[in-house]
């Protein structure tokens, strides 16, 4: 009789005499959906990272009192922060590559990267006052993690966050304050140049700009000279 066996990575018949055949048809692994399927299941466990830690730090009443002065959620958040960036770089091409540029979707980890980030951003957000001169570190991380992207979808998202002060107020109906805006704004501006950003969206978006500076040069009083 025939039978198989693998042998350096190809599949091989052997005749029961001895005498064999090699098939030139090698045994495919799917090393790459592997992969993909490791890292969704710890990016899951990341997911779960925001809402953990405000609950653990909220339950910890010495953690609770020492947040006004020392930040320590932000320092937290900033960590993750910066974990995800980290993660972007080397996962960039692939297990994060933008929706636009994926062949088959890996389960949407673009999409949930940048709920991630903007969940930092919104839970970091009660340590700035309308003072603030500089948003938080853990937003300022956050904000380059959307800008680093470079994805139609965390263009918009960017624009959102902008929200009043570099793009239409209709964008979003959350007020952010005005550090974050600014840092926001500035992210926005550098990402009109990134060329993985679909055209559609920068119209969209610029649109909104000029929208924005009409409404506000229309409130303008002008002065009798004029």
């Known amino acids: ?16 005499g001895g005498q064999s055949k090699l098939v030139t048809e090698p045994v495919t692994l ?13 990016f899951e466990n990341i997911e779960k990272l925001p809402a953990y830690i405000v609950e653990t730090t909220h339950e910890d009443s010495k953690v609770q009192q020492s947040i006004s002065g020392s930040g320590i959620i932000s320092r937290i ?14 996962c960039k091409d692939v297990e994060m590559a933008p929706l636009e540029n994926c ?11 940048i709920a991630i980030s903007l969940q930092i951003i919104l839970k970091t957000e009660f340590l700035n006052s309308a003072k603030s001169k500089h948003p938080t570190p853990a937003q300022r991380s956050a904000v380059e993690f959307l800008r680093s992207q470079k994805s139609t ?8 966050l902008a929200n ?10 959350i007020e952010y304050s005005p550090a974050l805006k600014l ?3 500035k ?6 140049a990134t060329e993985t950003i679909s055209s559609s969206a920068k119209v969209n978006v610029l649109s909104d700009v000029v929208h924005d500076f009409r409404e506000y040069f229309e409130l303008v009083p002008k002065s009798k000279s004029e």
Do not use: H, W
Request: glycine share 6%; hydrophobic share 45%; aromatic share 8%.
């Open 77 to 90: 958040f900033l960590k993750l922060s910066d974990g995800l960036l980290s993660i972007l770089e080397c």
């Open 183 to 185: 840092e926001a704004a």
């Open 164 to 173: 009043g002060l570099f793009c239409s107020k209709m964008k979003s109906e």
């Open 1 to 16: 009789g025939t039978n198989m066996k693998v042998v350096d990575g190809a599949l091989e018949t052997y005749m029961e």
């Open 153 to 160: 979808r965390a263009f918009t998202q960017i624009s959102m």
């Open 103 to 113: 062949e088959v979707p890996k389960a949407n980890v673009e999409e949930r990267a």
């Open 30 to 42: 799917c090393v790459d959906d592997r992969k993909i399927k490791y890292f969704i299941g710890a």
């Open 187 to 192: 992210a926005l501006a550098s990402s009109f």
